[in-house]
Nanobody, 129 residues
Framework: LQLVESGGGLVQPGGSLRLDCAAS????????IGWFRQAPGRKREGIAY????????WSADSVKGRFTISVDNAKNSASLQMNNVKPEDTGVYYC???????????????????????WGQGTLVTVSE
């Protein structure tokens, strides 16, 4: 499984942006998806995950109510809809996938460096006037 993020760019505070995570080499069916970000000078943090059956979903307090994670199995891709963005949302955003939801969830929620099945290369989001 390979993942490629797209959709990053410059957005004004209060604006919206949609990041996509295109999968290839394998179907995303059966994979749980997580999104991470790394702000300049800071360590990577997990911001959201969605289980493969859509039963479990989590988002960090910093993005709750503003960011939404989803998966489109027909397109074999995942997305992160970012609304009402803030300057502190600036950073490189990564998607990741793993067949073991528990492993992915722990990695997202705790920010640990567990090895996951697949990582994207990242896409830069800059929130600025």
């Amino acid at each position: 499984l390979q993942l490629v993020e797209s959709g990053g760019g410059l957005v004004q505070p209060g604006g919206s942006l949609r990041l996509d995570c295109a999968a290839s080499g394998s179907s995303l069916d059966g994979y749980s998806i997580g999104w991470f970000r790394q702000a300049p000078g800071r360590k990577r943090e997990g911001i959201a995950y969605l289980s493969s059956n859509n039963e479990f979903k989590w988002s960090a307090d910093s993005v709750k109510g503003r960011f939404t994670i989803s998966v489109d199995n027909a397109k074999n891709s995942a997305s992160l809809q970012m609304n009402n963005v803030k300057p502190e949302d600036t950073g490189v955003y990564y998607c990741a996938a793993d067949r073991q939801m528990e492993v992915l969830a722990v990695t997202v929620v705790t920010g640990t460096s567990n090895e996951l099945d697949a990582w994207g290369q990242g896409t830069l989001v800059t929130v600025s006037e």
